[in-house]
């Protein structure tokens, strides 16, 4: 059984800054891409921030600059540093990893956070 555990939301003033935590546990043969996604009150998730295996990252054009993402592999944990953070960027963030069960079967699955509310005001 496959858990992705979050941590570290809250609440930021304007121009802080938060790290977020997502920590994989279970029987897990890979750990393939993970990523972060977002959804605010109202609106659509949407993709935040990835990180392959390899370490290659992907961001959301209004988080460039601001948001890193990290991984640690032995820890199978995901980060995502917040800097600079902006009333927008309130929203609910969930953690996304893709991972592969079993050696026999090189099937990936996707598995989710159960989310961490980040709300940024002053």
């Known amino acids: 059984q496959v858990q992705l555990v979050e941590s570290g939301g809250g609440l930021a003033q304007p121009g802080g800054s938060l790290r977020l935590s997502c920590a994989a546990s279970?029987?897990?043969?890979?750990?393939?891409?993970m990523g972060w996604y977002r959804q605010a009150p109202g609106k659509q998730r949407e993709l935040v921030a990835t990180i392959t295996r390899g370490g290659s990252t992907n961001y959301v054009d209004s988080v460039k600059g601001r948001f890193t993402i990290s991984r640690d592999s032995a820890k199978k944990t995901v980060y995502l540093q917040m800097n600079s953070l902006k009333p927008e960027d309130t929203a609910v963030y969930y953690c996304n990893a893709l991972i592969v069960l079993s050696r026999l079967s090189l099937q990936e699955y996707a598995y989710w956070g159960q989310g961490t509310q980040v709300t940024v005001s002053s």
């Open positions: 279970g029987s897990i043969f890979s750990l393939n891409a």
